[in-house]
DNA sequence: ATCGTGACGAACG
DNA sequence: CCGTTCGCCACGA
């Protein structure tokens, strides 16, 4: 039984929470891939719930949420491909500093950021 | 509990 | 380099 006052019912963070927290810790001016967020967050096959979790992102938290800083692993821009959501996408980040090739590919080896500590988990 | 979905990704040919 | 195939996953209906 609770003591008097339960502080907080434990609300199990859902998977898409977890991306959310991750992703809001990407700096301006780099970049992270679905891939690699769902490996920080301990499903490294769990990319395409990454994107599909983005998708989802809930509209008053694109202001916290840097989503336009998570690109595929070919370093290009998934957004289903194409579509104006995905022109924006690509302005924000040039905004940014990320430079794409002519073929629409962005240098991940020069752009890509890692968390802090890796040493967890 | 089962099924369809999709801002992924690695493997092929 | 490019399109296709197939595996993987969390989530909602």
Do not use: C
Request: hydrophobic letters at 40%.
């Amino acid at each position: 039984m609770q003591p008097r006052n339960a502080p907080d019912p434990p609300p199990t963070p859902t998977f898409y929470d977890r991306v959310y927290a991750f992703v809001r810790e990407v700096p301006r001016g780099s970049v992270v891939t679905y891939g690699q967020v769902a490996l920080e967050l301990g499903a490294p096959s769990a990319a395409r719930a990454v994107g599909y979790a983005l998708h989802f992102l809930p509209k008053a938290a694109e202001q916290d949420v840097p989503w336009w800083r998570v690109i595929n692993a070919s370093g290009a821009i998934s957004f289903k491909g194409r579509g104006p959501e995905a022109d924006r996408q690509r302005s924000m980040l040039e905004q940014e500093g990320i430079v794409f090739d002519a073929a629409g590919h962005t240098d991940l080896r020069r752009f890509r950021w890692w968390p802090p500590a890796t040493l967890d988990r």
